[in-house]
């Protein structure tokens, strides 16, 4: 993603957060003065979900306990606490390059 295209989707990300539309978490330490990770909750962009769903951590964090631990708890989170029927979970259950594909929604 360009610069200028990082601009604009934190633009549309700022307007739907303050819309209740979408939902961002920050993994934080306990300082809370290092960012770790980051958990989006998001209308869905492509057909046949009602919610899309991703994070990440921070490349020191990749393959660690922390990232594992974060890949358990998100889907159980969710499935717990949210009201999707149909989640998706970009980069688990379906790659980044398949979501690409699928048809926008509408």
Known sequence: ????ED???LLRHEKEIAAHQSFNYALLDEEETAIFGCVYIDPPER?????EISWWVVNDL???EAER???AL???WIAA???FQQPRYLGRDITWQDWLALPRAS
């Open 1 to 4: 993603m360009t610069y200028d």
């Open 7 to 9: 601009r604009i989707d």
């Open 47 to 51: 057909t046949d979900s009602d919610g």
């Open 62 to 64: 990749v393959g660690s």
């Open 69 to 71: 631990a974060l890949d």
């Open 74 to 76: 998100v889907p159980q």
């Open 81 to 83: 606490d949210w009201p």
